[in-house]
């Protein structure tokens, strides 16, 4: 099967500082990819679809200043948590999409912001 | 728009026996439906998917699922649990993306 992973696996940093979390397909290309997050004993929720070479599409209610996405290329995507907060500390997962419109899963990483 | 809701927030069942995990489903057209579980602190792994070829899905580790129209229903299921099966399950619907139900929490007891 496809392989999504996720850099860093976890994370804690300082309230204030941005945080950089990479996602990428490994054994395929991905014209689109989604960030989740969730929060414990939660369901996941879809923050945004990100497009190769586009701008991000975000959900309501998630902001995009916030959580900067960019797919620079068909097997990375990056999300950016801008100035965290306590509040930001969630798991975070990333999916990517291959053709047939199966999404694959990377492992998340636990984001804790002190 | 497509949803998901899964009945039960928690469910336990001893070792060997029927597994039965209950999803339901909203689509003004016919949906794509999955199952996915995650394990503690694991990202989430695709167990079937639903696409309008067979009623009856069989996934991985002995699970199925059969979309059942007339209930809009998509509830997971597997004939003897094992203990590995314990974990986080999830009902998950969509095309172009996927919206999550709440998830339902399996415990196997020995």
């Known amino acids: 099967g496809a392989v999504v992973s996720q850099h860093p696996s976890w994370v804690i940093c300082k309230s204030g500082t941005s945080v950089k979390i990479e996602c990428r397909s490994l054994d395929f290309q991905a014209t689109t990819m989604f960030w989740y997050r969730q929060f414990p004993k939660q369901s996941l929720m879809l923050m945004a679809t990100?497009?190769?070479?586009?701008?991000?599409?975000?959900e309501q209610g998630v902001e995009k200043d916030k959580f900067l996405i960019n797919h620079a290329s068909l097997t990375l995507s990056t999300l950016t948590v801008t100035s965290a907060h306590p509040e930001d500390s969630s798991f975070y997962i990333c999916?990517?999409?291959?053709?047939?419109?199966?999404?694959?899963f990377g492992p998340g990483t636990r984001l804790t912001v002190l | 728009a497509q949803s998901v809701t899964q009945l039960d927030s928690h469910v336990s069942v001893s070792e060997g026996t029927p597994v039965l995990l209950r999803c339901n489903y909203s689509?003004?057209?016919?949906?794509?439906l999955f199952w996915y579980v995650q394990h503690p602190n694991k990202g989430l792994q695709l167990l079937l998917k639903?696409?309008?070829?067979?009623?009856l899905v069989k996934g991985i580790n002995g699970f199925e699922a059969e979309f059942k129209k007339s209930e809009t229903s998509f509830h997971l299921t597997k004939p003897s649990a094992h203990m590995s099966d314990a974990a986080e399950y999830f009902c998950?619907?969509?095309?172009?993306?996927?919206?999550f139900g709440t998830g339902t929490k399996l415990q196997v007891i020995p």
């Open positions: 639903y696409t309008s070829a067979a009623t």
């Open positions: 689509s003004s057209y016919s949906p794509s």
């Open positions: 990100s497009n190769e070479g586009s701008k991000a599409t975000y």
């Open positions: 998950g619907g969509g095309y172009q993306k996927v919206t």
């Open positions: 999916s990517a999409r291959r053709s047939g419109n199966e999404q694959f």
